[in-house]
């Protein structure tokens, strides 16, 4: 990172700073074109090993994507704020971001998958223990991005 003044390393802080995230956008490589996707998520940190859950329709492009690469970049951001200045120079802005890459597999055990949904659901609302329809559960693309590599900045 090239402001390491503003680089994140804290472990508990870069999770906090994910909480705090509503949308995880995911890049894929299409060919040479960069394909990139916004989507609710869920997450979980098991010793260090970060996991994001992802759910979606079982076809389409980003589902095509993950089944040739399994691999996609990530991008996440809150807290944006203008500060403002007397000159176009004089103006910044805060915000925290958190980015990376990591395999992406998809979910098929059932169980696993409500369990997945669940995380998502957890970060969502604030609750878990929800119970999922069968014929949702079996009609949904659930798939896991486990971190690789991962980059937090924070600006103030």
């Not at 492009?61 to 176009?88: P, Q, S, V």
């Not at 059932?110 to 949702?136: H, P, Q, S, V, Y």
């Amino acid at each position: 990172m090239r402001r390491k003044d503003r680089e994140v390393t804290d472990s508990a802080k870069i999770d906090e700073i994910i909480s705090s995230c509503d949308v995880c956008r995911l890049g894929f490589n299409d060919n040479g074109r960069v394909y990139i996707v916004p989507l609710s998520f869920g997450f979980e940190n098991d010793g260090g090993r970060r996991i994001f859950y992802f759910h979606s329709a079982r076809e389409g492009r980003k589902i095509a994507l993950i089944r040739e690469t399994h691999y996609a970049g990530f991008e996440m951001d809150t807290g944006y704020k203008l500060n403002e200045g007397e000159t176009a120079c004089d103006y910044s802005a805060r915000f925290q971001s958190v980015i990376g890459g990591g395999r992406v597999d998809f979910i098929e055990d059932a169980e696993e998958k409500r369990r997945a949904l669940d995380m998502i659901m957890l970060k969502n609302t604030g609750r878990g223990g929800w119970e999922f329809d069968e014929k949702m559960v079996s009609a949904t693309a659930v798939f896991r991005l486990e971190v690789e590599e991962i980059s937090c900045k924070e600006h103030e």
